[in-house]
């Protein structure tokens, strides 16, 4: 498909599935740093009428897991952590029920085998899932080791991949004991600063910025009482369509990292047969090439991003409904081949 008519067909195929499924968010869709197609429907605020555009702030729910791995490997680089440091070390009294061999790589590839406070198997809408404690007191890493806390070890370190949202908790709060900086400062200053995404944040969801979507469950209610008040190394950040393209483009560009370590944080660990991907520390991969994702699904949220190394094609999708982003996301990812080039 030449470029012009690339997307303008791309731009009507978008808009067609959006108002089929009622889209409510914004999509993105570049190849080599040139604009393919954009869309923004639907209202950050739906009682005030307030309308989402691309500046518009969304929550992303798990994509934070890939912000916790880029944190983690620059520390990496900076000598304050190693992959194989182990959990227990840097929590020694917290946590009995971890094995004491977990290590950093271990949690980062979701291999670690520890119980987790959340199951997404177990979980059949996330609209339905509440915190085991009031949301308001989850408002830093540490505060969530109560919900962290007894949860049996499932397997053996390094035996088997088992997604894990309660791995990444730990590896914020890991961060946290290794520097004695907060995890949210250490997000802003090794990742977000880097890579230009200002518009990026661990907002309280209580006190959102202005220009922020709510997010809405099926029934027309907001999430605020389904999620943490402030997130943690799992999931919890706030950000806009072009943020999360500008990501993409530092790490492959090693402003972020540098790109010997961006190769070993993206080298795939893990078949995943069940998703039909590949996973390496802290993303994603397509089964068939070298496409990375980071996907996040919570309630009232739901986003998928990807870049495609070979030709730096990249979508970004953000819904602020708990299934939104999928229908449009779907379709992008079947089309990348042709997409891509």
Request: aromatic letters at 8%.
């Amino acid at each position: 498909m030449p470029g012009a008519s690339a997307g303008s067909e791309l731009a009507s195929a978008l808009l067609d599935i959006a108002e089929q499924r009622d889209f409510s968010g914004a999509v993105v869709v570049s190849r080599d740093g040139r604009r393919l197609a954009e869309l923004a429907r639907g209202f950050e605020d739906r009682a005030n009428d307030r309308q989402i555009s691309l500046a518009s702030r969304f929550g992303i729910a798990s994509v934070v897991k890939g912000l916790t791995a880029l944190t983690v490997a620059s520390l990496v680089e900076s000598d304050d952590l190693r992959l194989e440091t182990t959990l227990r070390s840097l929590l020694p009294s917290e946590l009995p029920l971890v094995d004491s061999t977990v290590t950093v790589e271990h949690l980062l590839g979701h291999t670690s085998g520890v119980g987790d406070y959340l199951d997404e198997e177990e979980l059949d809408d996330p609209d339905d899932y509440t915190m085991p404690i009031p949301v308001h007191l989850l408002d830093r890493p540490e505060a969530y080791l109560p919900i962290l806390d007894g949860h049996p070890q499932r397997t053996p370190p390094g035996a088997s991949f088992a997604y894990n949202n309660g791995a990444y908790v730990m590896l914020s709060i890991a961060c946290e004991r290794a520097t004695g900086r907060d995890f949210y400062d250490l997000v802003r200053e090794r990742v977000l600063e880097r890579a230009g995404m200002g518009d990026t944040a661990f907002d309280r969801n209580d006190r959102l910025a202005g220009g922020t979507a709510l997010g809405y469950l099926t029934d027309g209610r907001t999430n605020l009482l389904h999620l943490p008040v402030r997130g943690a190394g799992d999931g919890g950040a706030y950000s806009t369509v072009r943020d999360l393209e500008r990501l993409w483009e530092a790490l492959f560009a090693g402003r972020i990292l540098r790109l010997a370590t961006v190769d070993r944080l993206v080298r795939p660990r893990s078949d995943v047969p069940s998703e039909g991907r590949r996973y390496a520390l802290g993303f994603w991969l397509r089964a068939d090439r070298d496409t990375f994702m980071l996907e996040g699904l919570d309630a009232g949220i739901s986003c998928r991003t990807a870049w495609d190394r070979a030709s730096r094609f990249s979508y970004t999708v953000i819904s602020n409904t708990s299934r939104g982003a999928w229908p449009i996301a779907t379709y992008l990812d079947a089309r990348l081949s042709d997409l891509a080039g």
